[in-house]
């Protein structure tokens, strides 16, 4: 995590916790119950505060819990502290959250996607065309990750063949719609049987597709199957979906693999948003809304008023009509709107930086080595330069 949040320049450091039980086997309120208690043992040793350690979720956990996290420390030993509510971040909007956290990690994939595939020299390398429009993928796993991921594929012009789960999978050439299948997975509890799709009995893993995309659990990738996956792209949604052997081949047989520590992070990095929009006690954009539309609409009026000027006024008004991108900008920028931008500039740059790692060792396709170098040298400039006191 450390490495990860270094990656795209996100001031957190790595660590991992949690409590090991089935949540499927506790009611709403055991589950509060343990949830509060976990926290107040974790404050009392030091290990949570908005500037010590700042939770996020993972696997089985969501905004309920970050909430119950965020008041029990808020009313017991942050209570002194008018930064409490960063200790943790995905919380609900009412209790500082952010807008866009939610499918932050599935439209981090994808502008982590769209930097390799827009890119010229790494789709001469791997045979692809350049980008997503009429894109092929296959997608493991469809949690919130899977699900958003899918979504802004989907947007973009890429057409999913393959969904996969533990208990099954589904398959239609012709791409699945992921309204349709999100809606029929909330009805059902499971993607398998929607019935725009027939069932796949084979490994969705070695479904011909452009793009392959592992976002369920670790090491699903190993050496016995990446020799037969039949993807040019492998996106890693999920955390460690490829072994180092799994690595090694899928190298060797020319499939650009794009790593979990940068394509992954668009959950940090808006946890990193939060983090800070909980410190400033402000939402992004709140002070400049209005002074930034005003300021649109006085340009308008201003080149209107020019061209009048020039060509006289016996010809009439002469109308500037904005076009709807910039009408839609006009209005202003929404808190989603700075932070989908801010990722997407986050993505961009972490992404320019790993390929200019890759090419100053000339690592070719092996992005997963130039992006643990990315990491490895800012945490090392910053010890160098921060010196050993003690």
Not at 252 to 266: E, K, M, T
């Amino acid at each position: 995590m450390t490495y990860k949040c270094a990656v795209v320049d996100v001031p957190f450091g790595g660590a991992m916790m949690g409590v090991k039980i089935d949540p499927r086997k506790y009611s709403e309120h055991e589950l509060e119950k343990i949830t509060r208690h976990f926290t107040v043992e974790m404050a009392k040793k030091g290990f949570i505060g908005p500037g010590i350690d700042v939770l996020a979720p993972d696997v089985s956990t969501g905004e309920r819990e970050m909430s119950w996290i965020a008041d029990t420390y808020t009313h017991t030993l942050g209570y002194r502290d008018i930064n409490a509510q960063a200790c943790v971040t995905e919380k609900p909007i009412s209790q500082g959250g952010i807008h866009g956290r939610h499918s932050a990690t599935g439209r981090g994939v994808l502008h982590g996607i769209e930097n390799y595939i827009n890119n010229t020299d790494y789709m001469d390398c791997i045979g692809l065309s350049l980008g997503l429009p009429g894109k092929t993928f296959v997608l493991q796993g469809f949690g919130k990750v899977g699900l958003h991921t899918m979504k802004y594929l989907h947007e973009y012009g890429a057409r999913c063949i393959c969904v996969g789960e533990s208990n099954g999978a589904i398959y239609n050439p012709r791409g699945i719609d992921p309204k349709e299948l999100g809606d029929y997975e909330q009805v059902h509890g499971t993607t398998v049987g929607f019935p725009n799709a027939e069932p796949y009995h084979g490994s969705i893993l070695e479904v011909p597709c452009d793009i392959l995309i592992p976002a369920a659990t670790e090491k699903q990738l190993t050496s016995e199957n990446a020799p037969q996956v039949q993807a040019k792209i492998i996106a890693e949604a999920a955390n460690g979906p490829t072994t180092l052997a799994a690595h090694e081949i899928l190298l060797q047989r020319n499939i650009l693999v794009i790593p979990d520590v940068y394509v992954n992070a668009g959950g940090v990095t808006i946890s990193f948003f939060e983090w800070l929009k909980n410190l400033n006690h402000v939402s992004y954009g709140r002070l400049s809304f209005k002074y930034e539309r005003e300021s649109s609409y006085h340009l308008l009026q201003s080149v209107q008023h020019s061209l009048e000027q020039w060509f006289g006024k016996a010809r009439g008004e002469i109308p500037i009509v904005p076009s709807p991108e910039f009408q839609a900008r006009v209005t202003g920028a929404s808190e989603k709107d700075i932070v989908y931008s801010g990722l997407a500039y986050t993505m961009e740059q972490s992404a320019k930086q790993i390929m200019s790692m890759a090419a100053r060792y000339n690592l070719g396709l092996d992005q997963r080595t130039a992006a643990y170098l990315c990491a490895l040298e800012k945490v090392f400039t910053v010890y160098n330069e921060a010196g050993f006191t003690y």
